[in-house]
């Protein structure tokens, strides 16, 4: 066991999840990851599973307290995209992506959060998405998802404030990550398509979410912030201006 503090990452092998860890690294976390691969290049506990299992859920949960006796920090970051009109999205697909998105946060909330009530501290930083704060075509089953995730965050906020664990929600714009790769590859978008909406007019790096979770984890930037769902899209949520004005804007 040890007194250093300790952060739970899940789909730390690469983007944001990735990012994360290295940033929390740095700040003095000791770290416990969980991912479908393997996590390699970090000192800290790696498991490998799937966040929607509950039998794999349940052994992570026992190897951190295992090792290191308490968890201040919970980053539900593992998702999975899914990308077809609503039409088109199969009953599985859609299962997939919310069992994975919203169900596998919550087994993961309630296992650690029950172990945080407990001590009477912890911050819980669920990573959702602009996709959870308005409808992006093509993406119903994400978009439910990450509302979802939003509204699991809020209710634990409200329930758990009170008793010392802070509950929040990053909601990143369009981030520069394999995920994206991935879905550019399949012709859904292109970057143009991004940069052209975002007032900032770039897409965000992964440490850009990383910076944002760390604000919410740590109690001495961010103590009374509770419930909270913070955009991290360079404005994407905010610009209701049409196509030719936004770009017009720009150049003034």
Known sequence: MTDERVAVITGAAQGIGRRTAEVLA????RLAVFDRQPVPGFDGLSFVGDVSDEADVAQFVAEVEARFGRTDVLVNNAGIASIAPAEDTGAAQWRRVLDVNLTGPFLLCQAFGRRMLVRGTGSIVNIASVAGLMGVAD????????????????TLAVEWGGRGVRVNAVCPGWVKTEMDGESQASGAYGDRDITDHVPMARFAQPDDIAQAVAFLADPSRSAFVNGAALSVDGGWA???????????????
Request: net charge positive; hydrophobic share 30%.
């Open 26 to 29: 740095a700040e003095g976390y």
């Open 139 to 154: 993406r119903v089953a994400y978009n439910a998802s990450k509302h979802g995730l939003i509204g699991l965050t809020r």
């Open 238 to 252: 905010a610009d209701g201006s049409w196509q030719s004005l936004r770009l017009e804007s720009r150049g003034r």
